[in-house]
């Protein structure tokens, strides 16, 4: 009996180990799925205020640029040497200088050939998650590898793709062309001796 015994114990304790070890690893795989979900929902919301403050930003340089040139004729765009110039009052463009949600840091800045500030990029290297449905102002973002391809700047392609080409018109006003010809007996003359037809031409 006592052997009996001992043996069903044995049996007992590796069952409740197996039982142990079962639910361990479970609660691993769910402890990991959690981690994933939790971290993919953080890069979503630093991904939506990365494009909220890389947008503002965009607008920032825009605005100051069409201020700068108000009432003066310059060539091409004007652009501050630092963001925090477009903080300053009177007439601030921007609320404050926002660092990189993504990279954690300062921003990258783009330079005009000028030395201006045109633009600006996160440094992250990371694959965004956001693929598409971007803001019309940001519409040329859809399928970029990385944030760092993410650029915000003045002027931007999605802005020139949305104003489009300027339409040439396919045909130019009709002209009037004078050409002579001889007149037939009994029909007026002009005072050369022949008689004028006015024609209609276009050119295609």
Known sequence: MSGGLASLRRRETGFSYLMVMIAITLMGLAMTAAARQWKTMVQRELETDLLAKGMEIQTALALYSASTKAGRVLPGEVYPQTLAELTRPPKPFLRKVYLDPVGRGEWELLRSPMGGIMGVRSKSRQKPIKQGNFPVAVRHFEGKPTHYDWVFQ??????????GPVARPST?????????????????????????????????
Do not use: C, F, H
């Open 154 to 163: 003045y002027p931007n392609p999605s802005m020139v793709a949305v104003a």
């Open 172 to 204: 130019v006003p009709a002209q009037p062309t004078i050409r002579d010809q001889p007149i037939a007996p009994g029909e007026p003359s002009s005072p050369n001796g022949r008689k004028r037809w006015i024609l209609l031409q276009r050119s295609e």
